[in-house]
C-alpha cells in the first residue's frame, strides 16, 4: 500500500525510499513502517524500501519471503553441470575415454513483479555425479555420467514457475558427451597405453572438470559446469578405469 502526499494541489505517491519522518523530541527521524488504525484495527500501510540480495549455493529446496516495501526482484539462476562418463577399460582390449558433461542453463538478471510477503519456494540444482562401475559399462563407451538437476524459483501466490534446466551427463553413445580439451589440464588421447578423459563443459559461471589422466578420476565441474570425463587404459588383462567427476552444483541468486 502506498502513502501520498499533496504536492502543487496535486496527490503523488511518497517513493519507497524516502518515506515520512517522525519527530522524537530532538531531531527528525526516518519513519521505517506506518500503521493507521481503521474500524479500531490497526493496519501497516506502508514500509520502507531497503536495498538487499540472497545468493543461495546449497543444493535442495529452501523457502524465501518478498521484504516489505519491495516490488520487484532482479533473478540470476544456473542449472547444475552434468556428471562426467565413466572411462571404459575392457573393450576387447580397447580403452575408451569418458565424455565429459555438458554445463547448466543460464539465465541472467531477470527482472520478475513481486508484491511484499510473497513466498517463493527456490530450488538449487545438484550436480550430476560421475559414471562409474567395474570395466566401464557395455560396447566401446563407458557408464554414462547423470545430469545435472534444473534450478527453479516457485511463487506459492501466483503459481508461476521460473526454472533452468541442468546439463546432459556425459554419454558418448547418446552424443551429450563434450568433444574438446580447451578447459583440461591434459589433451584427450584416443589410443597408446592410456585414453585421456574429456574435459567437462565450461558455464556461465564456472570451469568444467578436467579429464582424467592415467589413474586420476575426472575433475569437478564449477558452478554449473560439466564434469569430467574418466580415463581408460588397454593394458589386456588388467585393464584399468577411472569415474568421471561430478557436475558443478547450480546457483541462484536474488537482488532487489
Known sequence: MAIYTKLNNAWVVVPQNLGPKVWNGSAWKQASQVWVKDSNIWKQVWTQYVPGSSIL??????????PGGVTQITVSMIGAGGGGQ?????????????????????????VLP??????????????????NGTDGGTGANGYPGAAGGASSMYNTSTGVTTQV????????????????????????VEGGSWHNGWAGQNSALGTGGYGGNGYTQGGVGGIGA????????NWSPNDYQTPGGYGGNGRVTISW
Open 226 to 233: 560439466g564434469g569430467g570425463g574418466g580415463s581408460a587404459s
Open 165 to 188: 534446466a541442468g546439463g546432459a551427463g556425459g554419454n558418448k553413445a547418446a552424443g551429450t558427451g563434450i568433444y574438446s580439451n580447451v578447459n583440461g589440464t591434459n589433451p584427450p
Open 114 to 131: 513481486v508484491v511484499a510477503g510473497q513466498v517463493f519456494n527456490i530450488t538449487v540444482g545438484a550436480g550430476g555425479y560421475g559414471g
Open 57 to 66: 549455493i546449497t543444493p535442495g529446496t529452501t523457502t524465501w519471503t518478498v
Open 86 to 110: 565413466c572411462g571404459n577399460g575392457n573393450y576387447a582390449g580397447q580403452g575408451g575415454a569418458g565424455a565429459g558433461g555438458r554445463a547448466g542453463v543460464n539465465l541472467n538478471a531477470t
